[in-house]
């Protein structure tokens, strides 16, 4: 209804004494109808406080927002595999420094660095001409030394017998001589017709004479008889010790040549041509072209779990490769306190050297379950919780709306992103992965596709 004039205000005439200018003699648009639009506004306040107080749904008013989370169904394990990698060393299975055993002047080296050898090559040699001018000089006393045993073995020449014969003759023709002399001189002894010194010179040259004959017949007799025994074989003994001389100048001719001692490869040179070297020095470092193998250090009790001829997964930069193990070095390392596994590795083209992972898998009897190890929540009393899907809200159930249950685990075993758990998680639960900072027990929340 609209408002009667005559009881509204009458407006006082402006005074005649105040002058307006002419810009502000028309009021704004606005201000001319803002009585009228009084009206209008209080009715859309009224028809607003109307619609909000009218009754709504009653799940739009009680349904609180579900937070997306991500989820990951847990399932049960009675074992789980542990992979330990240990570091080591690639070496080559034999590694010598070569040197002559011989001292001497180096006159030759026949290899350079990094050349690939056979077993028996030669690979370096010294002067040897001392060497040589020795066995020379024991050639030809041995010469001598064979001749006279031949000359013993022989025997006497049938010229010397027969000399050494007539020589007894002779000395037996002179002793009858002597012997008739001396009957004479005797004879005219007795009858006073000499002296007694004349039939004592002739008794002294028969004796003389039977002297000499008896020194010429064993002369004839060892000539007949031949050399002794004794003799042969001593200078049968003075050949075979040239012989032995003769033997050790040809081994160490044979040592002034450093051969490979099996097939490999040259790693350094030590010395080079001119250089004097004592006995043992090292000349050469030699590699064997056999593959390689692995030296890796392990713990007593990883190295108790090991059986020798197994086969194991070893990583050589970007590769990988099957060993086998070959050997467990029956000592601790003083310092490491490990103990040294030898892996055979089955490729040679590798480099001494290079650093060698060894990747050793342990299966362990353990009952849990694996779940990520973002679903992991701090607990009380050093123990772990796990946020898992309950089951759909009662009021207006929906299959895309869960309740957030707690539930308390230990940890068994971390192995990367996924861990090793046991407690009260039940096998098919639910567990959120994502976001569990944000949550606690009886928040609704929902699943992500």
Do not use: C
């Not at 008739?180 to 010179?201: H, N, P």
């Amino acid at each position: 209804m609209a408002p009667d004039p005559e009881s509204l205000p009458q407006s006082a005439p402006p005074a005649a004494a105040s002058p307006i200018p002419a810009s502000r003699g028309r009021e704004p648009i606005w201000k001319q109808y803002r009585w009228g639009l009084l009206p209008v506004a209080i009715a859309a306040t009224l028809a607003t406080d109307l619609f909000r107080s009218s009754p709504q749904p009653q799940s739009e008013l009680e349904r609180p927002s579900a937070l997306p989370v991500e989820v990951a169904v847990v399932e049960p394990v009675s074992q789980y595999t542990t992979e330990r990698t240990y570091t080591g060393e690639l070496v080559a299975q034999r590694r010598s420094a070569l040197g002559f055993e011989l001292g001497g002047t180096v006159v030759r080296l026949e290899v350079r660095e990094g050349d690939q050898v056979v077993a028996g090559q030669p690979l370096a040699r010294l002067d040897t001409r001392a060497l040589e001018a020795q066995r020379q000089q024991l050639e030809a006393q041995r010469q001598a030394a064979l001749a006279q045993l031949h000359e013993l073995q022989a025997g006497p020449r049938l010229e010397t017998i027969t000399t050494a014969q007539a020589r007894v003759t002779e000395i037996e023709q002179q002793l009858a001589l002597a012997r008739l002399q001396r009957d004479r001189r005797e004879d005219l002894y007795r009858q006073r017709a000499i002296s007694r010194e004349d039939v004592d010179r002739e008794q002294y040259n028969t004796g003389a004479l039977e002297s000499r004959l008896a020194q010429a017949q064993s002369q004839l007799s060892e000539l007949e008889t031949g050399t002794r025994t004794e003799q042969i074989e001593a200078q049968a003994a003075q050949v075979r010790q040239l012989d032995a001389s003769l033997q050790q100048i040809a081994v160490n001719l044979d040592k002034s040549v450093l051969v490979a001692p099996f097939a490999g490869t040259v790693s350094t040179r030590v010395v080079d041509e001119g250089v004097v070297v004592s006995g043992g020095q090292p000349v050469l470092h030699f590699l064997e072209a056999a593959p390689l193998e692995a030296r890796v250090g392990i713990p007593p009790a990883v190295a108790d779990q090991l059986q020798l001829g197994s086969a194991q997964v070893v990583r050589v930069g970007e590769r990988t490769f099957t060993a086998t193990l070959s050997a467990l070095l029956p000592e601790v390392e003083a310092t490491s306190r490990t103990v040294t596994a030898v892996l055979q590795l089955p490729t040679p083209h590798l480099t001494v050297g290079q650093t060698v992972r060894w990747v050793w898998q342990h299966t362990q009897e353990a009952e849990g379950l694996w779940v990520p190890t973002t679903a992991l929540v701090p607990g009380e009393r050093g123990l772990w919780s796990i946020y898992v899907l309950a089951e759909p809200e009662a009021i207006e159930p929906s299959p895309s709306r869960f309740t957030v249950r707690r539930r308390a685990v230990e940890v068994v075993h971390t192995e990367g992103e996924r861990t090793l758990v046991r407690g009260t998680l039940q096998t098919g639960e639910r567990a959120i992965t994502t976001g569990t900072h944000r949550i606690v027990p009886g928040q609704v929340v929902s699943m992500t596709p």
